[in-house]
């Protein structure tokens, strides 16, 4: 089974999630920010992995701190449980459309760390949570994770319906990522090692 438990502690956050790349549940997510709860759940969900989150922050600041250290250890604990990545997929691609949105996230578990991010939000806020933060926690997930990652909006004009579109389509990206691939001998990579 491809799982872990992580914990992480600073003077900003303080957080414990646990990743099971191989069950469907529990998904439990509890951050202390609402919309962001909810948009794990969905990426959760569609990526039919199993995640659970309790974070606490400084959210009389904002949620910033939250929403980056949450990123970071998710990363952070698929790099772990994807270990030499043998016979999995590693690139995924998805597509996802929200009523007047269209979504992509595609991503390449490469051992390499870049982001590619091209969405605009017209609402700065959503709930307690600052819409700039989508990018943030990408940029934490991918860096820490080690994987290129690149998403962009087509076409939407409801926030609400851009962010969600970004995290169900990395959910799904993620899952062919990692699936397994019984025609992969090894590692997918010339190098031998990713």
């Known amino acids: 089974m491809r799982q872990t438990e992580i914990e992480r502690q600073t003077a ?13 549940t529990p998904v439990d997510i509890d951050t202390g920010v609402g919309f962001f709860d ?3 759940t969905l990426f959760a969900r ?11 922050g400084d959210l009389w600041v904002d949620s910033h701190h939250t929403v980056e ?13 994807l270990g030499d990545k043998a016979g999995i997929n590693r690139y995924g691609t998805s597509f996802v459309p929200m009523d007047e949105t269209l979504g992509m996230a595609s991503l390449d578990l490469s051992g390499r760390s870049y ?3 091209e969405a605009d939000f017209a609402n700065p806020k959503l709930g307690n949570f600052d819409t700039e933060l ?11 994770c080690q994987m290129n990652l690149h998403l962009q909006i087509l076409h939407g004009k409801n926030s609400h319906h851009k962010a969600e579109s970004l995290f169900k389509a990395t959910g799904r990206a993620l899952r062919e990522a ?13 190098k031998g090692m990713l």
């Open 12 to 24: 900003e956050t303080k957080i414990k999630l646990r990743l099971n790349l191989d069950e469907q």
């Open 38 to 40: 909810h948009m794990l």
């Open 46 to 56: 569609h990526g039919r992995l199993s995640l659970t989150v309790k974070a606490e």
């Open 69 to 81: 250290d949450v990123g970071i250890v998710l990363g952070q604990a698929l790099r772990e449980v």
């Open 115 to 117: 982001l590619v991010f």
């Open 134 to 144: 989508v990018e943030e926690f990408f940029q934490a997930l991918a860096f820490n």
């Open 178 to 190: 990692v699936s397994f691939n019984a025609d992969i001998q090894g590692v997918n990579s010339t």
